[in-house]
């Protein structure tokens, strides 16, 4: 069974710049996750889709961020305009109907 | 809010040595996961623990519930390089359907 796909793993912008982040989960699996992971810290849950609907984006900061899920399978998240404080490991989850979350490798993202 | 306090944050020790470290929180959990994230990649989710007081083994990896189901541990038995990883706890956030994640133990085990 293939895994959680990201890409790019890496990316280096500068700040003001835009970037996009793209994810495709485990075959079959409804739910989606999008977590900002900084140095030193936990993941911290963005944003969380059941198939196409969001079910919770409350930590998820509107002003700049974005994400979608067409057709409830791929999904993009992205930055506009990227801060230095965005620099993270952005990582991409997936589960089915159980509580079990498969992780992707994550795009390590640096702001300059 | 930090909800899951992991300690220690860091801790390096010699191939052969046991450890133990802790997930903690004023809260209380219905379930709590352990995971292993090594360098560059995602975290692997390890066990989930459910009853209060449940204990379980992998290996030589043994998590323990607390029996007010507020709190964790991870001991691990002769560790070995292929230990070295950060460990996460997780539980889900009380009344909503996300998961919370602590800052996690940051391990380095020496051959």
Known sequence: EAGVAQSPRYKIIEKRQSVAFWCNPISGHATLYWYQQILG???KLLIQFQNNGVVDDSQLPKDRFSAERLKGVDSTLK???AKLEDSAVYLCASSSHTDTQY???GT???VL | TQLLEQSPQFLSIQEGENLTV??????VFSSLQWYRQEPGEGPVLLVTV???GEVKKLKRLTFQFGDA???????ITAAQPGDTGLYLCAA???GGFKTIFGAGTRLFVKA
Request: proline share 13%; hydrophobic share 15%; aromatic share 10%.
């Open chain 1, 41 to 43: 810290q936990g993941p």
């Open chain 1, 79 to 81: 930055i506009q305009p």
């Open chain 1, 103 to 105: 992780f992707g490798p």
């Open chain 1, 108 to 110: 390590r993202l640096t």
């Open chain 2, 22 to 27: 802790y997930c903690n929180s004023s809260s």
């Open chain 2, 50 to 52: 459910v009853t209060g």
């Open chain 2, 69 to 75: 189901r507020k709190d964790s541990s991870l001991h």
């Open chain 2, 92 to 94: 889900p956030y009380t």
